[in-house]
């Protein structure tokens, strides 16, 4: 792709990629192996049978399934009928994906068997189902392959507009109930446009991708559009660390996508530095904030590979990145002040922070995050009060406190909701978070507020530590007064052997600090 064309629909763009590669290995999945070819011809049947069905374009259709090559194919067939892919999580509870597809509408529906007990509810809460498919069942009659080959007749284009609504995916839900956000075919067009820039594919040739995060989540998005370019996917069901390191020298893989709880369960395996990472271009991270030095100890195991991405539900992907390249500085990793970045305006936006009254402010001042660009989504399903709330004199604000410095970079200082305020001063919880984590014998640190009769909230530091190491309240306190100042320094710290994790694999921050507020009567 030379130049951004919005108003190409996002399956005329990947159909381009399916007949330049189509004899190439486009994904492959437990053994089984797709071309290109192959997965636009499966998309075909599945968008004829949709239709021949009743299924209309507008319609709403959701995949309910781990990662597989199939539901690529599925998804494929939705977006080409004209329907909007509902992504499902399927490491969510079932009640709360009933109440999902409840909310959100549901008018075909496929599944992995494993989920079969939520069909009924959701047929039965979700509205008129005119397709409900098993994609693994094995029984006469309800094979996937037997629902595709009722594909006699011919398929019917649909026209698509650059405002037509691709998909419906949830916020991650951390700070209220999660919200339904409208990504349109502009919106997609133009991620694949930067997903390309971003890899110079150009320059590199076809990505080997290991897919192993959710394809309800970022990995979804990941795939479709890189397959613009002729990547080849090798896909998991679920975050194994043991079988990714392995899978890396095996298949020649060239880039995958963790966040960093799942960055650090590969480097803490006892035989991480075990393998051949020499195939490797690009280890992306992002969806939350990382370690720095979990980053460090990361660019000295995979090496000048790694490749942070800021982006949101509402302005996926590409709102920021820092390239491999940033991570160093005279051929020598990087200061923390520049890891602590993430990176720089994509190609496909622009940057901005904004004080109360969303006037821009100059550099290292700090404000709320906003961007512009294609990428920013039309706004939430179904809430036009809510998608006002988020846009400003032309800009998406990204409920982020940031700033830029003289040189373009930007740093997140914490989400807005996130901020302590104790004693009439603002405490931004990441920036003690990296203090407290930079302590040697910590892996892992969450701060919040907690409720306090003097100060109106007192930070805390709930932390877990290395197997063997000793590191007590007293010395994360000392040690965060000496580099903080007495206000920002925790004033108690609580040990854990593991935090809770959202259902895409973010520490839930917000089940944590409920445990502190919820005898207060509060809101958290």
Partial sequence: MQKLQLSQPLIDIIDRACDTYADDTCVEFEGQVYTYRQVKETSIKVATVLQSNGFKKGMHAAVYSLNSATILMVTLG??????????????????????????FGCNALFYQSKFDSAVQRIADNAGHLVASVCIDSQAPGSDFDDWINQAA????????EPTDTVSIPLTGGTTGMPKGVMLSQRNFAALCFAMNDSLQRSRHGRDIMLIAAPMTHVGGRAVLTSMVAGAKFVIMDKVDPQTILATIPEKQINSFFLPPTGIYSLLDQPNVREFD???????????????????????QVFGPVMRNGFGQTECPMFIAGLSPEDHFIDGQIAPDSRLSSVGKATVISELAILDDEFNELGPNERGEIAVKGPNVSEGYFNDPEET????????????????????????????????????????YSSEVEQTVGAIKGISGAVV??????????????????????????????EICKEKLGGVKAPKSVDFVDDFPKTPVGKIDKKAIRAQYWKETGRAV
């Fill in 448 to 477: 919040i507020g907690v409720p306090s009769e003097k100060w109106g909230e007192s930070v805390k530091a709930v932390v877990s530590l290395v197997s063997g190491a000793d590191v007590t309240e007293q010395q994360i306190i």
């Fill in 78 to 103: 939705i977006i080409r009928a004209g329907g909007v892919w509902i992504p499902v999580n399927p490491r969510n509870s079932e009640s709360d994906n009933v109440e999902v597809l409840k909310r």
């Fill in 153 to 160: 007749d011919q398929f019917v284009p649909v026209e698509f």
């Fill in 277 to 299: 990472y020499s195939s490797l271009r690009s280890v992306s991270y992002g969806s939350a904030p990382i370690s720095i030095e979990r980053l460090k100890e990361a660019l």
């Fill in 388 to 427: 006002a709330k988020i846009r400003a004199k032309g800009w998406h604000l990204t409920g982020d406190i940031g700033y830029l410095d003289e040189d373009g970079f930007l740093y997140i200082v914490d989400r807005k909701k996130d901020m302590i305020i104790t004693g009439g001063f603002n405490v």
